[in-house]
């Protein structure tokens, strides 16, 4: 007696078996693809933002390190960053110990403007055909 019943061989479970090995191997596919498409692939969008961002530090970004430390780059190494927390006190961290840049005032208000213009650019195709068929019912009316 085998407790894997889909090795038995026998000439009347051999049909069965293989739509049995299927039927049983698609639920784990199914669950595969699900972690992948909802937790590997995610992760590794988020982990490939984080090394952009460590790549991109530079002399004068402020930054928050994982510890909650607040405090502007002072200077930045191959794999160190020196973070000024105060006028007299200078911390040396490891790049992987930053969690996030602080985005500038001026940042800021460049991003706000670029969602503005898109959402204006996205207004104006939706509506320019309208407009333009009401700019053609108008010149036919004046005609």
Known sequence: MSFIPFLQAGSAGSMSTSGGLLGTFIPFLLIIVIFYLFLIRPQN????ETQKMLDALKK???VITIGGIHGTV????????????D???K?????TAISSVELTE?????????????KLFKGKKASAPAAEEKTAEKTEENK
């Open 45 to 48: 969008k988020k982990q490939k």
């Open 60 to 62: 004068g970004d402020k």
């Open 106 to 118: 001026a940042e800021k208000a460049k991003l706000e403007e670029e969602a503005k213009n898109k």
């Open 87 to 89: 006028d007299d006190c």
């Open 74 to 85: 002072s200077s930045v190494k191959e794999n160190t960053v020196i973070v000024k927390v």
């Open 91 to 95: 911390l040396e961290f490891n790049r």
